[in-house]
């Protein structure tokens, strides 16, 4: 479990991000998927702003976790994309998303990185978050997916979404909650499956 978490820095593109060769997980997600709730809550405390606003995360804004066993990574939040309004969110995550792909899990010094996918388990199957998942596939990187806002679900409700995500995403989706703390002790151990030498894989949906 968890020893510290603190704010690294925000970015304005994957050249400010640190480079101390610590493993890396990035988390992304449509905006207000709640996000910044998670990482509060891995935390356990406020290190995240969170707003009731979408689209407010323009930057990409890294944090340091000490886990336990002296285990140490960072969490990558990327802008969300999927809001439209105004000067949209979606321009962001193209920009800085992509950027961070490119910089950080595709050059030829890749240290440990992977990703978190995170989708709203009311809302399963969007367009925009089966391409966030088609893009993840595309670069066979480590990564998984999960469903957040699950307490806002009555429990058949969850059986069925549940079910509707692992068939969109062709896979195991894990299901928790910022707000109750459901799902964590699963999702810490998720986290430690991608930091192994053996982590998960998203497998490309059917055509």
């Not at 979606?90 to 800085?96: D, G, K, N, R, V």
């Not at 490119?102 to 969007?126: E, F, I």
């Not at 549940?162 to 998720?190: C, I, M, R, Y």
Request: proline share 5%.
């Amino acid at each position: 479990m968890i020893v510290s978490a603190e704010f690294v820095t925000s970015g304005a593109s994957a050249a400010d991000l640190p480079r101390d060769g610590a493993p890396e997980i990035a988390l992304v997600g449509r905006s207000n998927v709640g996000k910044s709730s998670l990482i509060n809550k891995l935390a356990g405390r406020s290190i995240a702003r969170t707003s009731a606003t979408p689209g407010k995360t323009r930057l990409i804004n890294v944090y340091r976790v000490e886990a336990s066993a002296g285990r140490t990574f960072y969490l990558v939040d990327l802008p969300g994309y999927g809001y439209a309004r105004g000067t949209g969110s979606a321009e962001s995550f193209q920009t800085l998303a992509h950027a961070y792909a490119a910089s950080r899990w595709q050059d030829a010094d890749a240290r440990a990185r992977s990703a978190l996918l995170l989708v709203d388990a009311r809302h399963p199957g969007l367009e925009n978050d089966l391409a966030a998942y088609d893009w993840l596939a595309s670069l066979a990187c480590p990564a998984a997916v999960v469903a957040t806002k699950i307490d806002k679900l009555s429990r058949a409700e969850r059986r069925r979404a549940t079910a509707e995500l692992e068939t969109a995403f062709n896979g195991p989706v894990l299901a928790v909650s910022a707000a109750s703390g459901e799902g964590l002790k699963d999702l810490w151990q998720l986290i430690d499956r991608l930091l192994s030498k053996h982590p998960p894989r998203l497998t490309p949906r059917q055509a």
